[in-house]
């Protein structure tokens, strides 16, 4: 584990597998941390540079009482990339961390990016009251706005750490193996409520609709039948972003939002397969 000092402060705790090949970062979503990725670390590191970091606020990072915003999120992993001198590197974001890679888009550009992967994130997860039912349904809107809000009050209230437990447990259709739920019930703890419920409220009020039609680099969609992300938000996704890929693991394959922890061998072969093929056709490079 290295470390990292951002411009205001806090320090990030990353991994740099200092790998040959191109690099490959990877971002975590809400709650979680880079523990998240174990078995692609382990797995897709041959041939590459995987570099995974813990988000400010999550892990072993620092927490601090400020900067709990997708834009500071985004500004973090551009001063992480500078900081490893990378100037050419593949992104995947999973969960939030896909708003991360969508906020760094829209600010940065894609000019260091050679290729994306988006793994389970809808477009916008708040459904605002001044778009349509249709608008909400593409989006992949999982919340309405006074849900959004009471779930917040209830995650930053006595008893917060219930409501975050079965937060996680709805992201798992059927029966999730119980060795899995307990690691990703056990990596949430580290988030503390000051920092995690105003970055939920900030990442759930995006909406980055207007950003997919920009990505201009390879892209490949990941969505996952039994997540509580509806895979039609992935297909709208993809056919957002000029000439992305999709894919959906059908539920017996992985029944999860956590298809890189439910069946590593199937994510990393698809994500391992995009990743390597030669550039063609329109948009790739």
Known sequence: ???????????????DSGGEGMPLVMLHGWGQTQAMFRHQIADLSPGRRVVTIDL???GLSDKPHHGYRIARLSRDVLELVDHLRLERFDALGWSMGVSVWWSFIDQYGTGRIRRFVAVDQPAAVAAVPWTTER??????????????????????????DTVRA???????SGEPDPEMLAFVAEQITATPAYAGVPLLFDHCVQDWRDVLPRVDVPTLVIGCEGSHVHPDSQRFIAEQIPDARLHVFPSDVASSHFPFLENPAAFNAVVEKFLAEEPHGAGFR
Do not use: C, N
Request: aromatic residues 8%.
């Open 135 to 160: 608008e909400q349904q593409d989006s992949g809107a999982i919340f309405d706005v006074s849900e959004l809000l009471a779930l917040g009050a209830a995650l930053a209230a006595p008893g917060g």
């Open 166 to 172: 079965d937060f996680v447990r709805g992201m798992f």
């Open 1 to 15: 584990m290295r470390e990292l000092i951002t411009t205001d402060g806090t320090r990030l705790a990353y991994r």
């Open 56 to 58: 400010r606020g999550h």
